[in-house]
């Protein structure tokens, strides 16, 4: 079993990450002109270029406790056998590579919207596993997921495979297998705590069980570019997000959309994204979802089902009840833009719990926009009451 997460990520050139990763894998920032994390090679360990929300920044371990606020119902044992199964496909030395202690919470934290090429992720990439092996990856994911959760994984995946379909230099990089890891922390169980972790390129879940309790946070997901075709059907990935997002805008009237500005600055990317882990969430901004009417409460009861609705049935029911009690204690906003194609349209939903950003960011693979959203829970990351920095 791994005891430390080793990261090795080759010499990549400004040249090569300009046309191979997400254009603006950028640091999230009070600035709409904060300098790109992609324009500095990386080499070993977690990179140090990037900073809120964009790529990687340097990963520092966080006390991460096992006190999450979770509702609970979560659906543990089926989870566990499904674990048990996938891991038992693997010889000892595949095994050593996918399995990491709990307590490695420097590997649990190191989650990216980067390819896998520029920030090397912890566990076995799916491309070193045979067919029967990643079945059983899939079904792990099917178990501890909803359908829709299990469905967009594998349409983010296509993304990829997409990217990797337009050439170019550096398009090798991407792949639904080659670019996707998945890891298991601490030994399966139905009463003590363990994780599983599964992403890569637009792509972040973080499944952290203890007894009852479940946490599916941090959650990244984005789409490269937002809708492709793959054999005469059309993919996208993060359809329900970005149409729940732009859907609460549409709903406010005018009045409402200027008391939802932020205004205290500019993202050209998310706040609280990969390497944000310390816990301080900034102050909440925005308009009140209490002075909305109850179609308009509707409408961010539905864009927060899109991202809490991806855990299993039951344990996704209990959570979306907690946030919809927490409603009115909760605020919208927005910044840059609100149109749906429009560069930088940044939206967000700030609750005691819940923390939800979205935004369009400029891509370099493609010509046009593209998705990065990141789902948080303020009392249950990882499984954990809220960080503090160690």
Not at 77 to 95: G, Q, R, S
Not at 202 to 208: D, I, K
Not at 220 to 243: H, L, N, R
Not at 358 to 375: G, L
Request: charged content about 20%; overall charge negative.
């Amino acid at each position: 079993m791994n005891k430390t997460l080793s990261l090795t990520a080759g010499l990549l050139t400004a040249t090569v990450l300009t046309v191979a990763g997400c254009s603006s894998d950028t640091a999230g920032s009070t600035s709409s002109a904060a300098p790109s994390s992609s324009t500095a090679p990386q080499t070993g360990g977690p990179p140090s270029g990037g900073g809120p929300g964009g790529g990687m920044g340097e990963v520092t371990a966080v006390n991460l406790n096992t006190d999450g606020a979770s509702p609970g119902g979560a659906n543990t044992a089926a989870v566990v056998e499904a674990t048990n199964a996938f891991l038992a496909t693997l010889d000892d030395p595949t095994k050593d590579i996918a399995e990491y202690d709990f307590t490695d919470n420097k590997s649990r934290q190191t989650w990216s919207n980067f390819p896998a090429t520029t920030v090397a992720r912890p566990g076995v990439e799916l491309s070193a596993l045979t067919a029967d092996q990643l079945q059983a990856v899939y079904a792990v994911l099917e178990v501890a997921l909803s359908e829709a959760g299990a469905t967009q994984d594998a349409d983010i995946q296509k993304a990829d495979d997409y990217l990797n379909s337009l050439g170019g230099q550096g398009a090798d990089g991407f792949g639904a297998l080659k670019d996707y890891y998945v890891a298991v922390y601490g030994t399966p169980s139905e009463t003590s705590p363990f994780m599983i972790q599964f992403g890569g390129h637009h792509l972040a879940r973080t499944l952290t069980y203890n007894g009852d309790k479940v946490s599916q946070t941090p959650q990244f997901v984005g789409s490269e570019p937002v809708s492709f075709e793959v054999d005469g059907t059309t993919v996208e990935p993060v359809k329900a997000e970005s149409t729940s997002m732009f859907g609460i805008m549409s709903a406010l009237t005018a009045d409402q959309r200027t008391a939802a500005e932020i205004t205290s600055g500019t993202f050209d990317d998310l706040l609280m994204g990969p390497g944000q882990d310390s816990g301080n969430f900034p102050t909440a901004e925005g308009l009140s979802v209490s002075e909305l009417d109850a179609d308009q409460k509707a409408a961010v009861m539905t864009a927060v089902e899109a991202y809490a609705g991806d855990l299993a049935t039951d344990a996704s029911t209990k959570l979306l009840a907690k946030y919809e009690a927490e409603l009115d204690q909760t605020t919208i906003g927005w910044s840059n833009n609100t149109g749906p194609t429009d560069e930088s349209s940044y939206i967000r939903i700030d609750g005691p719990s819940v923390w939800i950003e979205f935004i369009n960011t400029r891509s370099r693979s493609t010509p046009d926009i593209h998705f990065h959203t990141v789902y948080r829970d303020k009392t249950n990351d990882y499984g954990s009451t809220k960080p503090a920095t160690s």
